[in-house]
């Protein structure tokens, strides 16, 4: 088994960064990604990593995944916020090394772990 436990959620204002962390436990090589649930939304991913990464259209420059294999974090830098950035961040991952054509950000039973979910809420 797999725990994931975000932090650094929070509010901010249009243009303003946040940067969200997941630490896994234990430490594992995965397939990890965030996705988002915005409000009246669906959960859909936003950007993922094994060997490379790739995101969605909407935050692509904007955002960038990251990880300390070493200490078993994630993260997700997020620069330049917009109101529709808010909703629920959510860390996730695959019971396996890679993550797969960018589909799979659309695919949320292809990861068998997730956090709790963490609130982002971007003011304009």
């Known amino acids: 088994q797999v725990e994931l436990a975000e932090s650094g959620g929070g509010s901010v204002q249009a243009g303003g960064s946040l940067k969200l962390s997941c630490k896994v436990s234990?430490?594992?090589?995965?397939?990890m990604a965030w996705f988002r649930q915005s409000p009246g939304e669906e959960r859909k991913g936003v950007a993922m990593i094994d060997t490379t990464e790739k995101y969605t259209d909407s935050v692509r420059g904007r955002f960038t995944i990251s990880k300390d294999s070493g200490e078993g974090i994630l993260y997700l830098q997020m620069n330049n916020l917009k109101p529709e950035d808010t909703g629920t961040y959510t860390c996730?991952?695959?019971?396996?090394?890679?993550?797969?054509?960018?589909?799979?950000?659309?695919?949320?039973?292809?990861?068998?772990?997730w956090g709790q979910g963490i609130e982002v809420t971007v003011s304009s």
């Open positions: 996730a991952a695959r019971e396996y090394i890679y993550c797969g054509g960018p589909e799979v950000l659309s695919l949320t039973n292809y990861f068998a772990y």
């Open positions: 234990p430490n594992s090589r995965l397939c």
